[in-house]
């Protein structure tokens, strides 16, 4: 849980209709209350990391439960003009997947939520081809899920997911001590470094809503565009790596 930005994106995001100021006093709020429903350090139900990872560790008997929440951001936007729902499902076990591994978790399963302005089989049909493709990808189950119509609230649709894994105790992943003097992210040092170079469509990124700015309304041609086929291609960056290191299991290859 965590909204910090390059100090030099500020404007950018502002422009795109993304207040990070307002976000980031309303995290403060949001914080303030929800750790006061913490249970003591080392009891059941313990949580074991402070707030600002992408994912948090619950002490659960001595093991540690992992959990995570992230969705796919403002790439709905690039998947509606592109009329392509088939991929970003992965992108919504990618996200999830990565923020357990950056507590060093191992990824087990996720639950989806799919909030739609009207229902469409096709549409769900494709959200789930990608839910699932993602999912073997990852080595991980879908558990179960929600969808909700939602017309008067979400216009096209909305995905999200909710994900688990375990880590022991005494294996939590913790961030290097940055300098004092800045505002670094927890995640920043994560064993995703990588993504840096993560292609446009990053949740929670607005990149979307600013390149979306410079196309709209969609050209004709957009579906064939470089910009529009890159864009709504699936966020992999965390998946096939970690799902080579994980051990075997019985069944699978």
Known sequence: ??????????AAYRDSGVDTDEAE???????????????????????????????NV???GGIGLAICTDGVGSK?????LMQRYDTIGIDCIAMNVNDLICVGAQPISLVDYIAVEQ???????????????????????????????????????DLAGTAV??????KIRH??????QQRADPRAESILQASRAAPVGSPGSGDERISGRRIAPPHPDLR????????????????GPYHQRRPAQSGSC
Do not use: C
């Open 175 to 180: 961030p290097k001590q940055r300098d004092p």
């Open 119 to 157: 229902a469409n089989a096709q549409i769900l049909e494709a959200i789930a081809i990608g839910l699932a493709d993602g999912a073997d990808q990852a080595g991980i189950s879908i558990s179960g899920g929600e969808t909700a119509q939602l017309e008067d609230v979400v216009h096209g649709f």
């Open 76 to 80: 709905v936007i690039i998947a509606q």
């Open 1 to 10: 849980m965590t909204t910090n930005h390059p100090p030099m994106s500020q």
């Open 25 to 55: 006093i309303g995290l403060a709020r949001l914080i303030s209350r929800i750790t006061r429903t913490w249970p003591p350090r080392g009891s059941f139900g313990g949580v074991e990391l402070p707030i600002g990872y992408f994912a």
């Open 58 to 60: 619950i002490d659960i």
């Open 165 to 170: 894994g375990t880590v022991p105790l005494d």
């Open 224 to 239: 064939s565009r470089s910009h529009g086929n890159s864009t709504a291609g699936p966020e992999r960056q965390g998946i």
